[in-house]
C-alpha cells in the first residue's frame, strides 16, 4: 500500500533559543505505518544560531530538508516551503512551537485523509508552565467559520492538517504585504473552500509564548493589517455566498479596535495614538456603544470606557 504523505512547513526566524525543542519534537514523532513525513525547514535570513541548527538536522536526518532564503517574513517563508514540498497533506508548525508525540497517531485515528482541513486544539507554552489554550471549537464547517470571523477561535494555520490539492486548486497563498492577520485570511479561505471540514477536540499543538516578546516593544508606526485582512475575509465571503451576521462582524470589530487601542495607549505616545485613531477610521466604523456591547469580558467592556477617557487625555496633553 502506498503510503500517504505528510510535508511539516516549519518557517524560521532568530528562534535558535527553541528550535531544537521544535525540530525534535517532529523527529520524534510517533510513526504511523502508513505515513511518510517530511520536514521542510525555510531558514528565513536568520541572524543568530538558527541556519547551523537547521542543516545540523539536516545532515543527520534524512526526511529533514533545509533552505536558506533572504529575510522576506513568514509568509513568503511558508509560500516557499510549500513550493518546496511533495507531501499530499500539509502541516505547519512555526519554529518556536512543538508538536505533541502521538499527533500523528490521533490524526491518522480521526482518517484526516477524509477530510480537505481536519483542525486541532493547542497548548500554550510560557516559561515552562503548559496549560490548555482556551477556545472554541466546532465540528461543523459553517459553525467554525462564524467563530473565525468573529475571533472566537484558534486564528492561525497552525493547529490543522489540509490537502495540498486544496490550496493549490484554489490559488491560497500567504499575502507578505500583511504581517499581521496573514494566516487569519488563509485559513478562512481554507475552510470556506473545503468540501470536508472537522475538528478533533484533542491538543496536538504546542504554542510557545517567545519570552522575548513577553515584554513589550515600543512601535514607530501602526500596522493596520489585522483590519485589512478582516475587511479581505469580508470580501471573500461575499464573493463565495458566504453569510456573515452583522453581531460576528461586530463582534471581530471591536475586537481589532481594542487591540490597535491597547497598542497605542501602552506605547505612551502622542502620535501613535492619533496614526491609530486614524487607521481605525480609515478601516473599521468607530461606534464605542457596538465595542461596549461585544466585547466578550467584562474587563474589556471597561477598558474601552477607560481608552475613552485617555482619548480625551491624548487630544488635549501631548506625550512625549
Not at 544560531?49 to 529533514?64: E, L, R, T
Not at 491597547?262 to 465595542?291: C, G, H, M, R
Request: proline share 2%; aromatic share 12%; hydrophobic share 40%.
Amino acid at each position: 500500500m502506498m503510503k500517504k504523505k505528510i510535508s511539516i512547513i516549519v518557517p524560521v526566524f532568530n528562534c535558535a533559543q527553541y528550535l531544537k525543542a521544535c525540530l525534535d519534537s517532529l523527529i520524534n514523532l510517533q510513526a504511523v505505518n502508513e505515513l511518510e513525513v517530511e520536514i521542510v525547514v525555510v531558514d528565513d535570513g536568520s541572524t543568530d544560531n538558527s541556519p547551523q541548527i537547521c542543516d545540523n538536522y539536516a545532515q543527520k536526518y534524512g526526511n529533514v530538508f533545509v533552505f536558506h532564503t533572504t529575510n522576506q517574513g513568514v509568509s513568503c517563508a511558508r509560500n516557499y516551503g510549500l513550493n518546496k514540498s511533495h507531501g499530499d497533506w500539509i502541516m505547519y508548525v512555526d519554529g518556536d512551537d512543538v508538536l505533541r508525540s502521538d499527533s500523528l497517531i490521533v490524526l491518522a485515528k480521526n482518517k484526516f485523509w477524509e477530510y480537505d482541513v481536519l483542525r486541532f486544539g493547542l497548548n500554550e507554552v510560557c516559561f515552562g508552565n503548559v496549560q490548555p489554550f482556551e477556545i472554541n471549537f466546532s465540528h461543523n464547517r459553517k459553525d467554525y467559520l462564524r467563530l473565525l470571523v468573529s475571533r472566537r477561535t484558534v486564528l492561525g494555520v497552525c493547529g490543522g492538517i489540509y490537502k495540498r490539492s486544496l490550496i493549490e486548486d484554489n490559488h491560497i497563498t500567504f499575502d507578505a504585504s500583511i504581517r499581521t492577520g496573514e494566516d487569519w485570511l488563509v485559513l478562512f479561505k481554507l475552510v470556506v473552500s473545503a468540501s470536508a471540514f472537522s475538528y478533533v477536540n484533542e491538543n496536538l499543538y504546542g504554542y510557545t509564548v517567545n519570552q522575548q516578546s513577553v515584554t513589550r516593544k515600543k512601535i514607530d508606526f501602526v500596522r493596520p493589517d489585522g483590519l485589512i485582512a478582516f475587511n479581505r475575509i469580508l470580501e471573500y465571503a461575499a464573493d463565495n455566498q458566504i453569510f456573515i451576521s452583522s453581531n460576528d462582524i461586530a463582534r471581530a470589530q471591536s475586537s481589532l479596535r481594542r487591540n490597535m487601542m491597547k497598542e497605542a495607549i501602552l506605547n505612551k505616545s502622542k502620535k501613535i495614538y492619533i496614526e491609530t485613531d486614524e487607521q481605525l477610521k480609515k478601516y473599521v466604523p468607530q461606534s464605542l456603544f457596538k465595542d461596549i456591547v461585544y466585547a466578550e469580558r467584562i474587563k474589556h467592556k471597561l477598558g474601552f470606557l477607560f481608552y475613552s477617557i485617555l482619548d480625551c487625555w491624548y487630544r488635549l496633553f501631548a506625550c512625549k
